[in-house]
């Protein structure tokens, strides 16, 4: 069952950690669909995070991150990689959660290549979509899923001082007992 609204127009720290053990679908252009469980989030706070693509203000690259909740904002780095992030909180929260890992795949970059991102995705809105959603958790057929997530400062952005030691770097270690 696809997320409702609801889940994603709350603050991105409510929103990381539940993330986490959800299902990421893609819906690929030949009609195939493949699902893998999202394991490794990393917050950005908004305007006031000095780590965040909104740190300078609304602009055209990151105006998706100004809307509500639901909706995708990717971009292209080092001319390779489109990474994937999904808007949390209400309208002008600016707040956004990078998907790092999926099941199978750690790092962003793979991330993206696995789900065959490019520009078309900006903004895209998970709720409506066709070709890319976040579903509820599976089940463990039958045994309780457990649930242990490690907190971690995020990756890669060393520049923005204190705001880089934040642990808002989230990964899921799960297990069926």
């Known amino acids: 069952m696809k997320l409702k609204r609801e889940f994603f127009i709350r603050d991105a720290k409510e929103v990381a950690p539940e993330l986490l053990g959800k299902i990421l679908v893609r819906k690929f252009e030949d009609g195939r669909v493949e699902k893998k469980m999202i394991t490794e989030v990393e917050i950005y706070g908004g305007e006031e995070d000095l780590a965040s693509h909104a740190r300078f203000g609304k602009t055209k690259r990151n105006a998706v ?3 509500v909740g639901g909706h995708i904002y990717v971009y292209f780095i080092y001319g390779m990689y489109w990474l994937m992030n999904i808007i ?3 309208e002008d929260d ?5 998907i790092r890992g999926v099941e199978g795949l750690s790092g962003p970059g793979k991330v ?3 789900l065959k991102l490019d520009k078309s995705f900006y903004g895209e809105d998970l709720i409506k979509s066709e070709r890319i959603w976040v579903e509820s958790v599976p089940s463990c057929k039958g045994s309780t899923l457990v649930r242990r997530i490690e907190r971690r400062e995020r990756i890669g952005v060393d520049y923005a001082g204190a705001w880089a030691r934040k642990k808002w770097r989230y990964i ?3 297990t069926c007992d």
């Open 172 to 174: 899921l270690k799960t």
């Open 65 to 67: 991150m100004y809307g």
């Open 94 to 98: 600016s707040q956004a959660i990078l």
């Open 88 to 90: 949390t909180g209400k």
């Open 112 to 114: 993206g290549k696995w």
